[in-house]
Nanobody, 123 residues
């Protein structure tokens, strides 16, 4: 059974930084995509950043380009999201997801989801 466990969320002031981690276990396939999504109160879930496991396309939402960096450590089966210059609009629950994607931007192509980690940015 695939498990994704996020960590690294917290509360920071605007301009601050956080690094989210997502530890993956229990999968048997190697050809998958992984991504970060977020959902703020009263808003729909949106894609933040995503990538394929073995290179290829990397996706960033326009709102985070230049501030967030997605990376992976395949040896540790861990996905990261480095978030810098945070703004209050980044406040949300952040979810890690894994799937077999033709389009890494499409959340419906992700089969496995973590429990989420809260990120709160104060002004």
């Amino acid at each position: 059974q695939v498990q994704l466990v996020e960590s690294g969320g917290g509360s920071v002031q605007a301009g601050g930084s956080l690094r989210l981690s997502c530890a993956a276990s229990g999968y048997t396939h190697s050809d998958y995509c992984m991504g970060w999504f977020r959902q703020a109160p009263g808003k729909e879930r949106e894609g933040v950043a995503a990538l394929y496991r073995f290179g290829g396309s990397t996706y960033y939402a326009d709102s985070v380009k230049g501030r967030f960096t997605i990376s992976r450590d395949n040896a540790k089966n861990t996905l990261y999201l480095e978030m810098t210059n945070l703004v209050p609009e980044d406040t949300a629950v952040y979810y890690c997801a894994m799937g077999f994607c033709a389009d890494i931007r499409d959340s419906t192509q992700y089969s496995y989801w973590g429990q989420g980690t809260q990120v709160t940015v104060s002004s």
